[in-house]
């Protein structure tokens, strides 16, 4: 039986959690900053869990994570 391959992109997108959620960045950081306000900008510094319906194909991209 041979190894699966991981999906490059979604290992540069996505990192597993202690308790198996998948953690991503959030969007909307990478230009047009001047009109979006400071505390909009630093909250979305912190990473994101993606979203319950999602992680089932997470789990499909990243077999070994």
């Keep these: 039986m041979p190894k699966i391959k991981t999906n490059r992109g979604a290992a540069k997108r996505f990192r597993r959690t202690g308790n ?11 230009h047009i900053l001047t009109k979006k306000s400071t505390k909009r900008k630093r909250q979305l510094r912190s990473p994101a869990t993606i979203h319950p319906s999602d992680v089932r194909m997470a789990i499909r991209m990243m077999p070994y994570s």
């Design 20 to 30: 198996g959620d998948f953690k991503c960045g959030q969007s909307h950081r990478r």
